[in-house]
């Protein structure tokens, strides 16, 4: 089977609506470089269509009935948006989950130190990454500060055009026989992605005087100890704005694509809709990077608990309901496919590959060595699916990652799979992807957001 470019199919009109939607995606994935970033732009869009506060409600023992939309934030680090249906919650929902974790490098809890009269920052890096990539690039710090007396410190280093960048240096090749001998892997190791922040001493002081110089300005420009980088999350993230790529600007690069493209035409898909039967539900999560442990990743009962609450508002809670509205849910486990590259063929089996600007890609199963670990979505869902995309026109494509035995990975799907409901991962192809500088086309990037409205509207 062999599918269009989906270029072809726009008229001058549609190519301008494309290229205008993406506008938006850029600015997000811009200034949304960490989790809690993501979670606050999402709130803004949301209550700028008319989402309000469900913890609100909770508190105040108000209700909820259909045609309302709520949102709950979980620890600033996870989000739900619920635009509630006329059918009973005991029915199911339409759920699109994307996580908005991306692969990074962490501030270590005790990371300033100096060396040589350089202040550096000791780092543990988050996430399936080549370390390789992250060295020589300018990076930003982004992250958030709680001091004891639970003052939140938001940090943005390395965005704003007068700002200085910090980096992780690298060795020369006249010095790097020994070091270019070595396994990818081994290239750079994870204990020597030490951030380089400063080289100017502190007047006056004579031991560690570049590291008091650091956090002398981080005192004066936001009041900070070194102790409170014990209660913190600082990210490193590569610096500067998410750009055209192509010179035909067909395709877009930009840091942490992978997943917040489809976080992005996941949640204005679900504002496009405006009236369904069953309940339409956004859920955004953490920690899909590192396995989905912890409280705000999918793998804790934040999302379980939530419905309870949301049932309860709308006094129509029982135990049983509960379980019901998840076993009858549906779901797309909204995650990027691995696009082909033709640089690097030899990994995929072609006709079962994810391409740039073929559309959503679909695939059935993930995991890795005869599907370990994978959710495997079945025919009779996906069929449903294939007849809702046709209906609204939508670019589709289904996909494995990889050849088998070749490599392998995971989603959200598995963990909502485990309440009996159908549940298939999609997504947008991209390349490069866990690098600094991912690539995606415009035009995936569309008819994704096309689909995910396809889906909340025939499902």
């Known amino acids: 089977m062999e599918h269009k470019n989906t270029w072809t199919k726009y008229n001058t009109a549609q190519i301008a609506e494309v290229m205008d939607y993406n506008e938006g995606y850029k600015a997000y994935i811009s200034k949304c470089k960490t989790e809690r970033e993501c979670v606050e732009a999402a ?23 259909a045609g309302d939309k709520v949102y709950f934030n979980n620890m600033g680090k996870a989000l739900v948006l619920f635009h509630i249906g006329t059918e009973k919650l005991e029915k199911g929902m339409k759920i699109l989950g994307a996580h908005i974790d991306s692969p990074r490098i962490d501030l270590k809890p005790n990371p300033f130190y100096e060396d040589t009269e350089l202040a550096l920052l000791d780092t543990h890096y988050y996430g399936g990454i080549k370390k390789y990539q992250w060295v020589t690039m300018p990076l930003a710090l982004h992250g958030v500060v709680i001091k004891k007396d639970g003052t939140e410190v938001n940090i ?38 030490n951030i380089l922040i400063g080289s100017m001493p502190l007047e006056g002081e004579e031991k560690d005087a570049v590291k008091a110089n650091i956090l002398k300005w981080l005192k004066e420009r936001y009041d900070l100890e070194e102790e409170d980088f014990i209660s913190a999350e600082i990210e490193a993230v590569p610096a ?48 899909e990077e590192v396995g989905s442990q912890g409280a705000t990743g999918m793998g804790s009962l934040f999302f379980e608990n939530v419905v309870a609450e949301l049932m309860n508002c709308m006094g129509d809670y029982s135990e049983l309901k509960v379980r019901r509205a998840l076993q009858n849910s549906v779901m797309l486990s909204s995650d990027v496919s691995a696009a082909f590259d033709p640089n690097y063929p030899a990994v995929n089996e072609k006709k079962n590959a994810a391409y740039l600007n073929k559309g959503i890609s679909f695939n059935k199963y993930v995991g890795s060595r005869g599907k370990a670990g994978s959710n495997d979505a079945n025919p009779e869902f996906i069929a449903k699916i294939r007849a809702a995309f046709e209906k609204h026109q939508v670019s589709f494509q289904i996909s494995e990652l990889g050849k088998v035995d070749e490599g392998g990975g995971g989603t959200i799907a598995k963990y909502m799979a485990v309440y009996n409901m159908e549940v298939i991962d999609s997504g947008v192809p991209v390349l490069s992807m866990h690098s600094p500088w991912e690539v995606v086309s415009k035009a995936d990037v569309y008819e994704a957001k096309q689909g995910y409205v396809a889906f909340l509207k025939e499902m």
């Open 156 to 193: 943005v280093i390395g965005e704003a055009e007068e700002d200085p960048v910090v980096g992780i240096t690298d060795l020369l090749p006249h010095l790097a026989a020994s070091q270019m001998e070595k396994k990818a892997s081994k290239v750079i190791e994870g204990e020597d992605l």
């Open 240 to 287: 500067g704005k998410a750009r055209d790529y192509g010179v035909d600007r067909s395709m877009i690069m930009g840091y942490g694509q992978d997943d917040r493209v489809c976080a992005y035409t996941s949640y204005t898909a679900l504002f496009e809709v405006e009236n369904s039967d069953r309940t339409n539900v956004c859920l955004l999560v953490d920690k």
């Open 43 to 65: 709130i803004l869009d949301a209550k700028a269509h008319g989402y309000v506060d469900l913890k609100t409600i909770i508190e105040e023992g108000g209700t909820v009935k």
